[in-house]
């Protein structure tokens, strides 16, 4: 029954993570058939972290999860980037806060972020164009907040957080910046004046990591099957098959594994093995450039 305060993503007192990673699977399953998922998972992960229901990061949020919830930028005909993939993402965001030792009001931020993540998501992706679908669900979810001022340290956070989405411009430079917090390494410029503020502010780089990761735990993080199941949803969205070969690459090369969620690592590399094994199997070169 949903949602179990007991249990993962919820709970964090589990130590095994592929137990963790079934509870959390189970937590998907149950909320498959609301009709209301997207109010459900916010006012239970509201309740879960803390946040208080006069707080305006909460009253905007709740405005946007019930119009997700009536078919407003919830992702259409989407196959993978719809309301069920956002409640995901948020149900992550909830375990992966909490296991980061975010202080309540850094979760806050980060759940809210992760409720807007892909509001309005075209099931297209951005095309080469750098931020362009991150910048388009900032853009509406701000609308909500004409009667609603959220404080301006909340916004900037959720902003960078949204951008750092972005696998191909935003997250190669949080994880530059939390390389550059950590180990005293260099740091670009940043790729958008948004992200500025992560050349310093380290806990700024751990939330947009987190967002990050908590998009990659909800669809590759839990194990193969939960892997295997995801690639098909985004093959049927971009019409074309997928590939074992392409997947591998893109956990290899582009986001190759958890920086802050090292806990779930052994459930990423069950997914890797998994392809791996069909690449054998099917004698196809691991990097499909290769080819």
Request: charged share 25%; net charge negative.
């Given at each position: 029954?949903?949602p179990?305060?007991q249990?993962?993503p919820?709970s964090?007192?589990?130590?095994?993570?592929r137990q963790?990673?079934?509870?959390?699977?189970?937590c998907?399953?149950d909320i498959e058939?609301l009709?209301?998922?997207m109010t459900?998972c916010f006012?239970?992960?509201?309740?879960?972290?803390?946040l208080?229901?006069h707080?305006?990061?909460?009253?905007v949020?709740?405005?946007?999860a019930d119009?997700?919830d009536?078919?407003?930028g919830?992702?259409?005909?989407?196959?993978?980037?719809?309301?069920?993939?956002?409640?995901?993402v948020?149900?992550?965001?909830?375990q992966l806060?909490?296991?980061?030792?975010l202080s309540?009001?850094e979760q806050?931020?980060l759940?809210?972020a992760a409720?807007?993540?892909?509001?309005?998501?075209?099931?297209r992706?951005?095309r080469?164009?750098a931020?362009k679908?991150?910048?388009?669900?900032?853009?509406k979810?701000?609308?909500?907040?004409?009667?609603?001022?959220?404080?301006?340290?909340d916004?900037q956070?959720?902003?960078a957080?949204?951008?750092?989405t972005?696998?191909?411009?935003?997250?190669?430079y949080?994880?530059?910046?939390h390389?550059?917090h950590t180990?005293?390494?260099?740091?670009?410029d940043a790729?958008?004046p948004e992200?500025?503020?992560?050349?310093?502010?380290?806990r700024l780089?751990m939330q947009?990591?987190?967002?990050?990761?908590?998009d990659l735990?909800?669809?590759f993080?839990l194990?193969?099957?939960?892997?295997?199941?995801?690639?098909?949803k985004l093959a049927?969205?971009?019409?074309?098959?997928?590939?074992?070969?392409?997947?591998l690459?893109?956990l290899e090369?582009?986001?190759?594994?958890?920086v802050?969620?090292?806990f779930?690592?052994t459930n990423?590399?069950?997914t890797r093995e998994?392809?791996?094994?069909?690449l054998v199997?099917?004698?196809i070169p691991?990097n499909?450039?290769?080819?």
């Amino acid at each position: 029954m949903f949602p179990d305060k007991q249990k993962a993503p919820f709970s964090i007192r589990g130590q095994d993570a592929r137990q963790v990673a079934m509870e959390i699977e189970a937590c998907f399953r149950d909320i498959e058939p609301l009709t209301d998922k997207m109010t459900a998972c916010f006012t239970a992960v509201a309740n879960c972290i803390g946040l208080d229901c006069h707080d305006p990061l909460f009253m905007v949020g709740i405005r946007i999860a019930d119009d997700i919830d009536h078919g407003i930028g919830a992702g259409g005909s989407n196959s993978y980037h719809n309301r069920q993939h956002f409640c995901e993402v948020l149900l992550s965001a909830c375990q992966l806060g909490q296991r980061a030792g975010l202080s309540p009001r850094e979760q806050a931020q980060l759940a809210f972020a992760a409720l807007i993540h892909d509001f309005h998501h075209d099931g297209r992706g951005n095309r080469g164009v750098a931020f362009k679908l991150e910048l388009q669900s900032l853009e509406k979810a701000k609308r909500y907040c004409n009667n609603i001022a959220i404080a301006e340290d909340d916004w900037q956070r959720i902003v960078a957080m949204v951008l750092c989405t972005d696998i191909m411009n935003g997250t190669p430079y949080a994880r530059q910046a939390h390389a550059f917090h950590t180990a005293a390494g260099e740091l670009d410029d940043a790729p958008h004046p948004e992200l500025a503020p992560l050349a310093s502010d380290a806990r700024l780089c751990m939330q947009c990591l987190l967002l990050g990761e908590s998009d990659l735990l909800a669809s590759f993080g839990l194990g193969a099957a939960s892997g295997t199941a995801t690639e098909e949803k985004l093959a049927k969205e971009v019409g074309k098959p997928t590939s074992p070969e392409n997947k591998l690459f893109f956990l290899e090369n582009i986001f190759k594994d958890f920086v802050i969620s090292s806990f779930f690592r052994t459930n990423l590399q069950a997914t890797r093995e998994s392809i791996q094994k069909i690449l054998v199997e099917q004698k196809i070169p691991a990097n499909p450039y290769d080819a």
